[in-house]
């Protein structure tokens, strides 16, 4: 399996202004996907960070408030932007096509506070 | 509209027994299934998988069972071990596990009482 590393880890941001979360793997991979999880809630798919390309995002998520990048096989950036309280949860990262393996893994995620 | 979801919030079992898990999927377009385990402050680690093809897979103490006509997995932990205390999510996708993003269920509270 990969190493995949997430930062920051932790971060607690004023509503209104904006926080980029990096995602690294150690390898390369076919697939980078990005979730968060809300308090008390399961993890909830935002978007598949497309390398090249605009990243896909799932119904209630847009690019204006989640813009994400994929410059490479190894590196994807998610931005929360303009937050607010309701955007307090623990983001994470995932990777899949590793050794040519269908099954998703996780980074370690990054727990965001808003106040 | 929950598609994936675990009816028991926690679970409490004694070391050296049957943990079993349970899941119910709504969406008959998913074929590969997923259990991840997730301790606090850490990221979920995959666990075991099953294709909709099967209706078994094991791996070394852990089993998933799929019944696919009831729409219902369950994953079988024998015997359990006081690491095993966690939080266990059910996933599913309809793209083979990796191609597309997958569908979790809120998750069930494992705790091995020793």
């Known amino acids: 399996s990969a190493v995949i590393s997430q930062k920051p880890s932790r971060d607690i941001c004023q509503r209104g202004t904006s926080l980029t979360i990096q995602c690294q793997v150690d390898s390369q991979v076919t697939m980078m996907f990005w979730y968060r999880q809300q308090p008390g809630q399961s993890l909830t798919l935002i978007a598949t960070?497309?390398?090249?390309?605009?990243?896909?995002?799932e119904s209630g998520f847009v690019i204006d408030k989640f813009p994400i990048s994929r410059p490479n096989l190894t590196f994807s950036t998610l931005t929360v932007s303009n937050m607010s309280p309701e955007d307090s949860s623990i983001y994470l990262c995932?990777?899949?096509?590793?050794?040519?393996?269908?099954?998703?893994?996780f980074g370690p995620g990054t727990r965001l506070t808003v106040l | 509209d929950q598609q994936v979801k675990q009816n028991s919030p926690s679970l409490s079992v004694q070391e050296g027994r049957i943990s079993i898990l349970n899941c119910d999927y709504t969406n008959s377009m998913f074929d590969y299934f997923l259990w991840y385990k997730k301790y606090p402050a850490e990221g979920p680690t995959f666990l075991i998988s099953i294709s909709s093809i099967k209706d078994k897979n094991e791996d070394g103490r852990f089993t998933v069972f799929l019944n696919k006509s009831a729409k219902h997995l369950s994953l079988h932990i024998v015997p359990s071990q006081p690491g095993d205390s966690a939080v266990y999510f059910c996933a599913a996708s309809n793209s083979g596990g990796g191609a597309d993003g997958l569908t979790f269920g809120k998750g069930t509270h494992l705790i091995i009482q020793p």
């Open positions: 995932s990777v899949s096509g590793l050794a040519g393996v269908n099954e998703q893994f």
């Open positions: 960070a497309n390398q090249g390309s605009e990243a896909t995002y």
